[in-house]
């Protein structure tokens, strides 16, 4: 089963990739995380990313696509995948397709700007582990540190709420578009399924709801 999940950032699309990937046993493929990842080695391509994420805007099409095709080519994706924050553009979309990358569901995840602003703000993350806390929803047991190891937490530079309405106003422009996209092809193509929910929910009714779609 290969899966899509749209939705603006800070909608909750990497939770439900986790839980989806442990529930079905499929691989969660998170560009954001790869990219960071990328980052934190200081790689060529991290600096440049990093200068881009830090502004609020999206990396290049041709960087997604190359990232996600080398990722997908993987054994271990060979028996299905979660796809979280790709594609974002037309441009990614049909690259997918043209590299024959098979999709059976998108779920596109609904979210009023004001909640992914409030849920993006209050993000705070472990730097050395990824572990990932929310100062309203999830708070650590001690303000701004981390709950196993008392190290400091930090906001990142793209969490920050100029950043944050940037990629609203992205996300909105250019990755939107991918709504008419895969609900046309789903209208076209009995194989795959769209599918839209509120994501302004808890994450436990979301998650029954995906495996109710599902």
């Known amino acids: ?89 037309l441009a990614q979309a049909q690259g997918l397709k043209n590299n024959n990358i098979e999709i059976n569901h998108v779920i596109d995840m609904l979210c009023s700007d004001e909640e992914v602003i409030q849920r993006i703000t209050n993000r705070r993350v472990h730097p050395a582990s ?38 609203l106003q992205n996300y909105n422009e250019i990755t939107s578009p991918l709504k008419d996209y895969y609900r046309e092809m789903a209208n076209n193509d009995p194989l795959i399924k769209y599918h839209q929910l509120d994501a302004d929910k808890s994450p436990q009714s979301i998650a029954e709801y995906i495996k109710h779609l599902l």
């Not at 790869?34 to 990093?50: C, P, S």
Request: a negative charge; proline letters at 5%.
């Open 1 to 89: 089963m290969n899966i899509i999940l749209l939705g603006p950032p800070g909608s909750g699309k990497g939770t439900q990739a986790e839980i989806l990937s442990n529930d079905l046993g499929i691989a969660h493929i998170s560009t954001g995380n790869i990219l960071r990842q990328e980052i934190e080695e200081q790689t060529d391509l991290g600096k440049l990313v990093a200068r881009t994420m830090q502004a609020g805007d999206l990396v290049d099409d041709e960087t997604i696509l190359a990232v996600t095709i080398k990722t997908l080519k993987s054994p271990e994706y060979s028996k299905g995948f979660i796809l979280d924050g790709v594609p974002r553009s």
């Open 130 to 167: 990824g572990r990932i806390y929310n100062t309203l929803s999830n708070p650590p047991r001690v303000t701004d540190k981390d709950d196993e190891t008392g190290e400091d937490l930090v906001q990142r530079d793209d969490d920050k709420e100029e950043t944050v309405r940037k990629r």
